[in-house]
C-alpha cells in the first residue's frame, strides 16, 4: 500500500454509524422520552468521545442524556466490534485491489526487464548488415503464435515434423533452477522460458515451519504462515548488522609500488567494521640525548639509524662545550667522528641532537588529519605537543585515528629495523577491515509432505524487498536417515522458480535460506493488554470511589536491523514427461523478397533436430506462391529457399521438445532481402 499511497481509514465513520443506530433505536423504545427529553449538545459531546477506542464515554454531571457505554457497556462494545469488522473487510477488498494494481506492474516491469535482456542478447549474436530482425524474449511469454502455417506435407502448426502426428498438449511457461545432480547438470541460474509439456500433479503440503537462532540474547524475532501453507514469513531484529570483518591489511599507497612488508603490521577488530582509514608516516624532529665515556681518538659514534641535523649536534660536559669541525664532525649518515686534534678524547661527555624519528597521522578523507604520535612508546608525544590527547598503546601497538584523534578500534605496530625503516622512508598506507564472504541471517524453512510421495520439483516466490538466497535443499524420505541434497549451489530466490531435481521418494524438504541485506527499523510495541491497561486507569479517576489504580501499559521501544524472509506459493510438484511438445512461434513478416536468413536460438537441453523453419511467400495480392518447412541448426546461415520473387514473406520458427527438462528461452531472426 505504500507504493500506492496511504490508506484511508473508515473506522471511526463505521463507529459513528454504530452508535447513531443504538441511539435510534433507544429513541424508538420510548428512551429519553421519546427524544424530547435528549440534550442535543450533550449527545454531541458524547459522541465525539465514542470515536476514540481507549476510553470510555463519560456524560457530564446534570445532563438528561446517559450514555450508552455507561449503562449498558456491552452494546458499546458490540458497535465497537461492529466497526472494526467492517474496517477489517473495507482494508481486505482495498488490499485485494492495491495487490491486483501493484502484480500487473510487476508484470510489466519484469516484460521490460525480458526486453532488454533479448535486446543484449541480440546484439551478442552475429550481425547481417541490412537484415530485417526479429527478436523474442520467451521469458516474457509466447509471443506471436498463429494457427496459419505452411501445409507443405500435411504440416500445420501443431505437427512434428518427423512423424507428422499432431501434438496437442499445449506449451507451458516455465521457470526453471536445474539441480547440479540433474543431467545435464544445472549451473545454479534460472532458466526461463517455455518447456517442454509435462502432466503435473501437485502433492499436497501438510506444514511449514521456519528454524532461526538467535544471534544474541536481544534478538526479536517473528513467524508467521498462512493457514493452508502456502506461504510463510520470518523477521529478525538484531541489535546490529550481522557482519563479520576479518583482520585489517594495509595497502601502500605511496610510494606507487612500495611494500610495507616486514615493516608495519596492523591488528584489531570492531564489531561493525571499520572505515578505511589512511596513515602517514613520516620523520618529525626530535632532541635526543647520549652520554658517552672516555672518548678515544678518531672514534665513531652512531648517534641516530635515522637523519640528524649536522647543525643541531652539541657535545659538552659540565663545565665545557665542545666545537663542531674542531673537535668533531657529523656526517650525513649521522655518525659523529672524534678528532684526533681535538680535546674530546679522554672525555665523557653529553651528545644532544635532533633526530627525525618515525611518526604517525591518521585521516579517513586525506583532507584533515589527527594529531601527529611518534611510533615510541616511550616518548609518544612530539617536543612541539601542547594538546596531550590519551593514547592507549598496548605492547608496542599504537592506536590508529579519526581525524579527531578518536580511536577506531585498529593498531599500528613497528615491525621492521630502525635501519630498515629509515630506508623506506615516508609512506602512506591504506588500512582496511575487508569483510568476510559469510555474514547476515541464517533461518532453515522445514517443508513437510501429507505423505511419502515420488516427486521431482519445489516451487517458490519471494515477497519481501530484499531477495533471500536458498543456499541448499535437502530431501528426506521415510526416514531423516534418508537423506539427498538436492540443491547445493546458491541462488538469489528473486523471481518465482520452480527446482528441479532428480525424481525420488520425499516427505520432507529442509531448505536453507540466507539473507545478507537489512533494513534499519525503529519500533514502539505496545503491551498485549496495553488499552485494558489504560481505558481501566482512565476510569478510576471519574469513579466516586477508590479501587486498586491499575498501571498504564508502558511501550517497549526495539531498534536494530531487520532481516525478511518472505517465501510465497510454496507447492510440491510432481512433473511427468508429455512428450513431444510442439510450438509454432511466428510469423514474423519480412518485407520484399528473402534472400540471406540467420536463425539464432538460446536453447536449453534441446537436440538438433528441434528447430525448424516455415515460410509462406505472397505476391502483392496476398496470394499464396509457394510455402515449405526446412529442418534449422540455429547459428547458421542458409539462402533463401523460395523460388518466387515475392512481395512479402511470413515465417515461422517452430520448437519441437523432445527431452523431459528441454527449455526455448529465445530467438533472433534475420533476414536480407534482394
Known amino acids: 500500500m505504500q507504493l ?18 443504538q441511539l435510534e433505536t433507544d429513541i424508538a423504545a420510548g428512551e429519553y422520552g421519546g427524544g424530547t427529553l435528549f440534550d442535543t449538545s450533550a449527545a454531541q459531546t458524547i459522541q465525539a468521545e465514542g470515536q476514540s477506542f481507549s476510553t470510555l464515554t463519560l456524560p457530564s454531571a446534570g445532563n438528561t442524556a446517559y450514555v450508552t457505554d455507561v449503562n449498558t457497556p456491552v452494546q458499546t462494545l458490540q458497535a465497537r466490534y461492529n466497526a472494526i469488522t467492517s474496517e477489517v473487510a473495507n482494508m481486505q477488498t482495498t488490499i485485494t485491489a492495491l495487490l491486483a494494481t501493484i502484480q500487473k506492474e510487476s508484470d510489466l516491469i519484469d516484460k521490460t526487464i525480458a526486453a532488454a535482456e533479448i535486446e543484449v542478447w541480440g546484439s551478442q549474436q552475429p550481425y547481417l548488415p541490412t537484415a530485417q530482425v526479429n527478436l523474442w524474449n520467451f521469458e516474457s511469454g509466447h509471443g506471436a503464435t498463429s494457427k496459419t502455417y505452411p501445409t507443405t506435407g500435411g504440416a500445420t502448426y501443431q505437427t512434428d515434423p518427423t512423424n507428422g502426428v499432431a501434438c496437442l498438449t499445449a506449451v507451458p511457461d516455465v521457470s526453471y533452477v536445474f539441480s547440479e545432480y540433474l ?17 503435473h500433479r501437485s502433492i499436497p503440503v501438510k506444514d511449514i515451519s521456519w528454524s532461526f537462532t538467535p544471534n544474541s540474547g536481544q534478538t526479536q524475532f ?13 523477521s529478525t531484529l538484531e541489535p546490529s548488522a550481522i557482519l563479520t570483518f576479518g ?29 578505511p582509514v589512511y596513515v602517514r608516516i613520516l620523520f618529525y624532529p626530535r632532541q635526543q640525548n647520549i652520554f658517552v665515556n672516555n672518548l678515544v681518538s678518531a672514534q665513531v659514534i652512531q648517534l641516530s639509524a635515522y637523519n640528524v641535523t649536522a647543525d643541531t649536534v652539541q657535545v659538552f660536559t659540565a663545565t665545557k662545550v665542545f666545537t663542531q669541525g674542531i673537535d668533531f664532525t657529523v656526517n650525513d649518515t649521522s655518525a659523529l667522528t672524534v678528532l684526533p686534534t681535538g680535546a674530546l678524547p679522554g672525555q665523557s661527555v653529553t651528545i644532544m641532537f635532533e633526530e627525525y624519528y618515525p611518526a604517525y597521522q591518521c585521516s579517513i578523507d586525506q583532507t584533515h588529519w589527527s594529531p601527529i604520535f611518534m611510533l615510541d612508546q616511550s616518548r609518544p608525544y612530539p617536543d612541539d605537543t601542547t594538546d596531550f590527547i590519551p593514547i592507549d598503546i598496548q605492547n608496542g601497538n599504537f592506536p590508529l585515528f579519526d581525524e579527531l584523534g578518536v580511536p577506531l578500534g585498529l593498531y599500528l605496530q613497528v615491525v621492521g629495523s630502525p635501519t630498515n625503516l629509515a630506508a623506506a622512508g615516508e609512506m602512506v598506507l591504506l588500512v582496511t577491515t575487508p569483510g568476510s564472504g559469510t555474514f547476515g541471517e541464517i533461518a532453515q524453512l522445514t517443508i513437510t509432505l501429507e505423505q511419502t510421495v515420488y516427486m521431482s520439483g519445489l516451487h517458490f516466490e519471494p515477497f519481501t524487498n530484499f531477495p533471500a538466497t536458498i543456499t541448499s535443499i535437502v530431501a528426506y524420505g521415510f526416514t531423516d536417515v534418508a537423506q539427498t541434497t538436492i540443491v547445493d549451489i546458491p541462488f538469489i530466490l528473486d523471481r518465482a522458480v520452480t527446482f528441479k531435481f532428480p525424481r525420488q521418494l520425499a516427505r520432507t524438504f529442509v531448505v536453507t535460506f540466507a539473507q545478507t541485506n537489512y533494513a534499519l527499523k525503529e519500533y514502539l510495541v505496545q503491551q498485549p493488554d496495553s488499552l485494558r491497561r489504560d481505558t481501566l486507569a482512565q476510569l478510576q479517576s471519574s469513579l466516586p470511589f477508590s479501587v486498586q489504580r491499575p498501571q498504564p501499559g508502558i511501550p517497549q521501544h526495539y531498534e536494530g536491523a531487520l532481516y525478511e524472509f518472505g517465501i510465497q506459493n510454496i507447492a510440491a510438484y510432481d512433473d511427468l514427461p508429455n512428450l513431444p511438445g510442439v510450438f509454432s512461434s511466428g510469423p514474423y513478416l519480412v518485407q520484399g523478397t528473402p534472400e540471406v536468413i540467420r536463425l539464432d536460438c538460446e536453447l536449453t537441453n534441446m537436440p538438433t533436430n528441434a528447430v525448424y523453419l516455415g515460410y509462406i511467400s505472397y505476391d502483392a495480392n496476398d496470394a499464396v506462391l509457394e510455402q515449405s518447412e526446412i529442418a534449422f541448426t540455429p547459428g547458421t546461415t542458409i539462402l533463401y529457399p523460395g523460388a518466387f520473387v515475392a512481395d512479402h514473406v511470413d515465417f515461422f520458427v517452430k520448437l519441437v521438445f523432445r527431452e523431459e527438462l528441454s527449455v526455448a528461452q529465445a530467438l533472433q531472426l534475420q533476414v536480407t532481402t534482394r
Open 222 to 234: 517473528e513467524t508467521i504462515y498462512a493457514n493452508d501453507q502456502t506461504w510463510a514469513y520470518l
Open 247 to 275: 583482520a585489517p591489511v594495509i595497502a601502500v599507497q605511496l610510494p606507487v609500488g612500495g611494500s610495507a612488508v616486514g615493516l608495519y603490521t596492523t591488528t584489531g577488530s570492531v564489531a561493525g567494521g571499520s572505515l
Open 183 to 199: 543431467t545435464p547438470a544445472g549451473t545454479g541460474v534460472a532458466t526461463q522460458g517455455i518447456g517442454s509439456p509435462t502432466i
Open 4 to 21: 500506492l499511497g496511504n490508506y484511508q481509514s473508515n473506522l471511526t465513520a463505521y463507529l459513528y454509524e454504530q452508535l447513531l443506530g
